[in-house]
């Protein structure tokens, strides 16, 4: 939670140059499964888009103010970004312009707040958006 509580301060930081979306991909640390022992909450394996939804609920009230997207069940988002567990990206006019290392080692907020803060620097009054996902 700590992570998405960073996240969610970045976001807001840089709401004026960047849209930022999460999206939840596949649990990683299921309750039924591999547990980490810091884990928040106790969300089981997603057997189904309902699981899945739930959970992706709690993630959003732990970042009330990024929109929300819910990775499908055959895992499409996470295979496209090599997101497993978890990534940072930024894409702007469809091209892929920062993509952070997989989590948990490699998720740097440090970094994409460097790329973002050299990003607005550049932009110097012009009007621009980034789409960042994670």
Known sequence: MARLRAFESLAARFVDVADFLLVYIEEAHPSDGWV???????????????DRLRAAQLMQEGAPGCPLAVDTMDNASSA?????????????????MYQGGRGPEGYKISELRRWLDQYKRRLQGGPSTVVVQV
Do not use: N
């Open 80 to 96: 496209a970004y090599g997101a497993y567990f978890e990534r940072l990206y930024i894409i702007q006019e469809q091209k892929v």
């Open 36 to 50: 980490s022992s810091d884990a928040a909450y106790d969300i089981p394996k997603h057997q189904c888009l309902q």
